[in-house]
């Protein structure tokens, strides 16, 4: 998992806004798809990368937000 330190390049309007599924990402060290199908719980992520996934929604206090689920059905 990358350190809290890089997030900077992830972080780039500061703390006033809700944290993306993109700095999820890069935090963990996945892709945008891998962190849709960890929090979707879909099947085929390893064990090993669904924990890299949660620890980094923990860390930035990432929450999943439902209305923009929703725009792209």
């Known amino acids: 998992?990358?350190?809290?330190?890089?997030?900077?390049?992830?972080?780039?309007?500061?703390p006033q806004r809700e944290p993306t599924m993109r700095e999820v990402a890069t935090l963990a060290g996945v892709s945008i798809k891998t962190v849709s199908r960890v929090?979707?719980?879909?099947?085929?992520?390893a064990p090993?990368?669904?924990?890299?996934?949660h620890q980094a929604v923990t860390l930035l206090g990432y929450q999943h937000n439902l209305h923009a689920s929703n725009l792209r059905r």
């Open 1 to 14: 998992m990358t350190s809290p330190s890089n997030l900077s390049s992830a972080r780039r309007d500061g």
């Open 39 to 45: 929090i979707n719980q879909e099947a085929g992520v």
């Open 48 to 53: 090993e990368t669904v924990a890299k996934v």
